[in-house]
């Protein structure tokens, strides 16, 4: 076997044998221990043909497997009841191979993972309003459900009362001409009623002028007040 490689590139002798097993096509389970006995001593040899230092754990594993080379060679003179109940010599070694071989295996699959995780990142939640002026707040005495609230029993009030044949227009509106007429309404009266600026029962139209009034409370055009809970929901202009 040619031996191509140096002791830097295995973590220890566990990996340094499962290689030469690997690289042999030999069963883990059935090792040829006069065999992977050579090849390792074999590199062991080379390494100090190179003048490269070899630890002394190198030293041990080579220890041990001349020594379970030497048990197997002994030839057994025992009766055949004693020979079954024998323990193979290679048996620790073996399930200290398989060990280390689960341990490699999940360490690759951990490294796999790692990699993935890498490419993550998270951020700690924190409030937005370390982050806001105050200038983008919707200026109202009420809550933003509170306002919702109203505008779906208008809404609601006014589907009911719609009669049942309706003429159907295709004429679009925008939000931003519904605030054009909400800022007329208010610069002759100066304070209105949420719902009177609902003139037309109309789905487009109701949507539209809401998120008009929305937007103009957040630009801080107007205000939007009730005194009392229940009481009815007025816009002033600002």
Request: hydrophobic share 40%; aromatic share 8%.
């Amino acid at each position: 076997m040619e031996l191509d490689f140096k002791i830097q590139d295995f973590e220890g002798p566990l990996d340094l044998l499962l290689h030469l097993i690997k690289e042999s096509k030999m069963d883990i389970m059935n090792i040829e221990i006069e065999l992977i006995t050579k090849q390792y001593m074999d590199f062991l040899n080379e390494q100090e043909k190179l003048n490269l230092e070899v630890s002394s754990e190198y030293l041990v594993m080579a220890c041990e497997l001349l020594e379970i080379k030497s048990k197997m060679l002994i030839p057994n003179n025992k009766d055949k009841v004693e020979e079954e109940e024998k323990v193979d010599p290679r048996e620790d070694l073996v399930n200290r191979l398989l060990e280390y071989q689960a341990y490699k295996d999940i360490t690759k699959v951990l490294q796999e993972k790692e990699l993935i995780r890498k490419e993550i990142y998270t951020k700690l939640p924190e409030s937005i309003k370390n982050y806001s002026d105050g200038d983008n707040e919707i200026h109202c005495d009420v809550s933003l459900d509170d306002l919702i609230s109203a505008f779906q029993k208008y809404y609601q009030r006014k589907i009911d009362s719609k009669p049942i044949k309706t003429k159907v227009t295709v004429k679009e509106i925008s939000v931003s001409s519904r605030k054009h007429d909400i800022k007329s309404i208010l610069k002759n009266k100066k304070r209105v009623s949420f719902f009177e600026l609902f003139p037309v029962v109309n789905k487009e139209y109701i949507v539209a002028t809401f998120l008009a009034i929305l937007e103009m409370a957040k630009e801080q055009e107007i205000k939007i007040i009730q005194d009392k809970e229940f009481d009815d929901i007025v816009c002033e202009a600002i």
